[in-house]
């Protein structure tokens, strides 16, 4: 099975709910310092994408700040599942999409977000995908995407073994996994995005760009249209 197809197929819906079930306390702790740092970049009253929203895992704490959410994921099991996450969330909404084609007009969101290395698991040409979140984006948003920290390689690496232990992934295979990257003997790849990387393919004119750290865990890129005069 193709890595693009395990989130389609296998690693979705209740399949990927476990695997946040199972996670560690570290990398409990990784997920929410994640959170935390996109909800402090939300301002009351904006409106937020959240590409690759899976489960719905964020969107109540998104929609909480945000007046009003919108989430979408090519995984119409996941979906599913996500409709109940939100049902008491008013401001939240859904809409199965492939990223690199969304549906809305341009500069209809303050924020679109794509978190938890989703720019690396959507197995999709990455350049593409910042630029058509910035063409769905104001003038006066921005765009987080995040991957994982250098730093963070062993704890990634342990949660990704439990997964394949509890048979959420394919058995990994430790001789070809090294450097970011966690090879699957079934054909699944993980991969992360450096920030020499992201800032490569964040370089056209008229974009702005810049890297954070946060907890020793996640690299965010920050990116914004440059405002027009």
């Not at 990398?27 to 740092?37: K, N, T």
């Not at 929203?53 to 599942?81: H, T, Y």
């Not at 990704?160 to 970011?180: P, V």
């Not at 992360?192 to 810049?210: K, N």
Request: with cysteine.
């Amino acid at each position: 099975m193709s890595t693009k197809n395990y989130y389609q197929e296998k690693l979705a819906a209740h399949q990927l709910v476990k695997c946040y079930r199972i996670a560690p306390p570290r990398i409990q702790q990784y997920l929410a310092a994640e959170l935390s740092y996109v909800l402090e970049k939300i301002k009351p009253g904006d409106k937020v994408l959240d590409l690759g929203c899976g489960f719905g895992r964020v969107m109540p704490e998104l929609g909480q700040k945000a007046s009003a959410v919108v989430g979408i994921d090519n995984s119409g099991a996941s979906l599913m599942l996500a409709r109940e996450k939100i049902r008491a969330v008013p401001n939240c909404s859904l809409v199965q999409a492939n990223a690199l084609h969304l549906s809305f007009k341009n500069h209809s969101f303050d924020v679109v977000i794509c978190i938890q290395n989703g720019i690396s698991a959507f197995h999709v040409d990455q350049k593409q995908l910042i630029k058509e979140s910035l063409r769905v984006t104001k003038h006066e948003g921005i765009v987080l995407f995040a991957s994982y920290a250098d730093k963070f390689w062993k704890h990634r690496l342990e949660w990704f073994r439990m997964q394949a232990d509890a048979k959420l992934l394919g058995e990994i295979d430790y001789e070809k996994t090294r450097d970011g990257i966690i090879i699957c003997k079934d054909g699944f790849t993980a991969t992360t995005v450096s920030p020499g990387q992201f800032l490569s393919i964040t370089s056209d004119p008229g974009v702005t760009a810049s890297i954070v750290e946060v907890d020793g865990s996640s690299i965010f890129c920050e990116v914004s249209p440059i405002p027009r005069r």
